[in-house]
């Protein structure tokens, strides 16, 4: 099953809570996750970063707001407890027990004045956000993926009109600031010639020239077939090399694909349209930086004993 919304959680953290121990969230995940029946790839299924799991985020925001609500108290070091509020809550049992039902209480209406200030959220922001069942972290990075995804598109859109030179130019832009070539100049005079035999180029691996890399790049609209990849191939072969790029602004067949993960001896990467465009966001490449936003978290070990 998909990992449930945050607001799920609310009910089985708080319960588990009630014997009036102190918990640990690491501890409490495990139960937590078999009573929803979730597998172990449920379990650690990312967020859109890749750098904290679906599951462990939405369960720590369960948990951030019910102490906000002051239905859990923070108990230190990672731990909470139980408070009569939170108890009156499960002798209450409402039908529904979300973000609305804590609305109820001030403290969690301050908490979200407060970081409604402190520039998040507004109140009809926040009102969507509570209505999507996504925490305020998940909400961040679906937004920064679709904002990449359409910076892509139109990165994409760009370099299927420039001219040739100018492809030239930037593929050996993107190769350099991947780390890929020598020095500019070596990089250039490497690419410089076209039409090698099926080969546009060659350019280091390194910057210690340690092994070389064919690269054949193609300003196309279209898809590019098996029969050009096997050609790049047979290029690479006469030139006994093992290794090759193959980048284009259009796409690849799947017989292409195939056939290109199919090659013994060689290792050839093929690189799209929208794989290129994502490598420019990534490695700075004809974008400029428009704002940053650092999320910080607490450091435990500064306020340890």
Do not use: C
Not at 30 to 35: D, K, L, P, S
Not at 176 to 199: F, I
Not at 252 to 273: H, K, P, T
């Amino acid at each position: 099953m998909p990992v449930p919304n945050f607001q799920e959680f609310f009910w089985p953290l708080l319960e588990l809570a009630s014997d009036g121990q102190e918990h640990v969230l690491t501890e409490v995940a495990e139960i937590v996750a078999r009573r929803f029946g979730l597998s172990e790839a449920e379990r650690n299924e990312p967020l859109p970063s890749g750098k904290q799991a679906k599951f462990w985020n939405r369960l720590s925001w369960a948990r951030t707001y019910l102490q906000k609500a002051q239905l859990l108290a923070s108990a230190g070091r990672g731990r909470f407890r139980i408070t009569e509020r939170g108890r009156r809550v499960l002798e209450e049992r409402p039908p529904t027990l979300d973000v609305a039902y804590l609305k109820r209480f001030p403290e969690f209406l301050q908490f979200q004045a407060s970081s409604a200030h402190n520039g998040q959220p507004p109140a009809a922001a926040q009102e969507a956000l509570d209505r999507s069942g996504q925490t305020p972290q998940e909400l961040l990075e679906t937004t920064y993926q679709t904002l990449k995804r359409e910076l892509a598109q139109e990165l994409l859109e760009r370099v299927r009109k420039g001219t040739p030179s100018f492809f030239e130019r930037l593929v050996l832009d993107l190769l350099l600031a991947m780390g890929y070539g020598g020095s500019r100049k070596e990089a250039a005079q490497a690419l410089g010639g076209t039409g090698d035999g099926g080969v546009d180029g060659v350019i280091y691996e390194d910057r210690l020239g340690l092994d070389r890399i064919y690269v054949q790049a193609k300003r196309w609209q279209g898809t590019v077939g098996r029969p050009e990849v096997q050609a790049f191939a047979g290029a690479l072969m006469g030139k006994k090399a093992r290794k090759g790029i193959f980048m284009t602004t259009g796409t690849f067949s799947n017989d292409a694909q195939g056939y290109a993960r199919s090659v013994d001896n060689l290792s050839i990467v093929l690189i799209d349209g929208e794989q290129m465009a994502q490598l420019m966001i990534d490695h700075g490449v004809g974008v400029t930086e428009e704002t940053r936003y650092i999320l910080k978290k607490i450091d435990i070990d500064y306020f340890g004993d």
